[in-house]
């Protein structure tokens, strides 16, 4: 029963990721060519920012899900009345297998983080009770979003095990690879081997207990594709802003520094977008719209970003000299090392960085915007470390790789597109490749 259980719930997951596909696609498409995970990408992105907007409402969740299923199925009719032709089958069905493989480890891992124990599963318990933000006592400084997205598809599971919920947290990282690497500009096969390798590279069963971690690093991968577009395809189409405005939303109610990443990605595409003044004005103001809504809603629910002033203190400015400065300078740029060190991404596209340097030079600028991006992330990690009433190292050595982990996925945009420079200017010579089995 267990077994048909996670089927049906990665089925459920599959068909939600249908939810909006009628509203996308115009009603004249007949004929129409889709590629399957571009689309179950996008209506995904807009199927989680209305589970987060009811949440604020706090609805009956057994009656949203059956909304929810229902305009899916309304979507899937929409599919297969307009004849419309998939393409990317492969790569369709090794999502699926490896999502479903996903699915098995995270039901069989019971083995919480401490964080997750103390307050993650405190939280989706209690939403799973129907109780609602301001009803928690425990760091209701963490945005609320994960454990509500686990509660929800706990409370809508056959068997009502809580690990249900967390399995949408696999398929959201199962997916955010695959379309990531619907971007290599190779054939399926390729494309398929290229997911394989990055999921390898990243997956840990711990990632999975709860933690909104593994999400940050899902919402910023799908984010990376849409730049990856926006920057090198010079494609400014609406659907692309759309949906990294629509992450960035997701990434603001995921984790407390969400605010500073949200501002970050703001000013970066401001900057560096060309030729569409208009766009960047909307899209700034927009996105300070957003942020101005969660300060609001926590203003309203008289909810704190650091309630307990357990990370900032102002009496750290007393003790302030500089040999402490200089100690804590030490110990920060030491850990990060260490982490980046430890983090595959990062040093393999270092790796490819540096052999663009040496031998690609006509193409690092292509990387400014991701350059501007870390530097910028950095400077404010360094100084939230400076100045965190923490003890040190501990509150590096407990978060530093977390933090790296989120934005790691944009460092992938460098093997992308060198990988796709190389194979257009015909100085990568593949053969294709399809799985023979299929």
């Not at 603001?252 to 977008?273: C, D, M, N, P």
């Not at 609001?296 to 002033?309: A, G, I, K, V």
């Amino acid at each position: 029963m267990e077994i048909l259980n996670l089927f049906f719930t990665v089925l459920i997951l599959i068909l939600l990721s249908f939810f909006s596909f009628f509203i996308i696609l115009k009603k004249k498409t007949i004929n129409l060519k889709i590629d399957i995970i571009d689309t179950l990408g996008t209506n995904y992105i807009i199927l989680l920012n209305c589970i987060l907007l009811f949440s604020f409402f706090n609805p009956d969740k057994n009656i949203l899900f059956i909304i929810l299923i229902l305009i899916s199925i309304f979507s899937l009719i929409f599919f297969f009345k307009e004849n419309i032709k998939i393409n990317s089958k492969i790569i369709f069905i090794f999502f699926v297998f490896l999502t479903i493989i996903v699915s098995i480890d995270i039901a069989n891992n019971f083995d919480f983080s401490w964080d997750t124990k103390k307050y993650y599963l405190h939280k989706a318990t209690a939403f799973y009770q129907n109780f609602f933000v301001n009803d928690f006592f425990k760091k209701t400084e963490y945005p609320h979003f994960p454990t509500y997205l686990w509660a929800f598809f706990w409370k809508n599971s056959y068997l009502d095990y809580e690990y249900v919920g967390r399995l949408a947290y696999g398929y959201t990282f199962i997916l955010s690879i695959f379309y990531f690497t619907n971007s290599l500009k190779l054939n399926d096969g390729y494309k398929v081997l290229a997911a394989i390798l990055i999921f390898l590279t990243i997956y840990k069963t711990e990632l999975f207990d709860g933690r909104p971690d593994i999400l940050m690093f899902s919402f910023f991968l799908f984010i990376a594709r849409n730049l990856y577009e926006l920057f090198h395809n010079k494609d400014q189409s609406f659907n692309n802003i759309s949906i990294i405005f629509l992450t960035l939303n997701l990434i603001l109610w995921t984790k407390s520094e969400g605010i500073a990443y949200v501002l970050i990605f703001a000013i970066t595409i401001f900057v560096f977008l060309k030729n569409n003044f208009n766009k960047k004005i909307i899209f700034l103001f927009s996105v300070i719209f957003l942020i101005s809504l969660k300060l609001l809603f926590y203003h309203y629910y008289d909810l704190s970003l650091n309630p307990n002033e357990e990370t900032f203190k102002i009496d750290i400015f007393d003790k302030i000299s500089l040999i402490f400065l200089l100690e804590r300078i030490i110990q920060i740029v030491s850990w990060f090392v260490v982490y980046f060190i430890a983090n595959p991404i990062v040093i393999i596209s270092s790796v490819f960085l540096l052999i663009i340097f040496f031998n690609f030079k006509n193409i690092l600028n292509n990387f400014k915007y991701l350059y501007f991006f870390f530097i910028f992330k950095f400077m404010i990690v360094f100084g939230t470390f400076l100045i965190t009433a923490y003890p040190m190292p501990f509150h590096l050595k407990y978060s530093l790789d977390r933090i790296i982990l989120h934005s790691s996925g944009l460092w992938l945009i460098i093997l992308i597109f060198f990988i796709n420079y190389l194979y257009k200017n015909k100085k990568l010579k593949l053969k294709k490749f399809n799985p023979n089995f299929l």
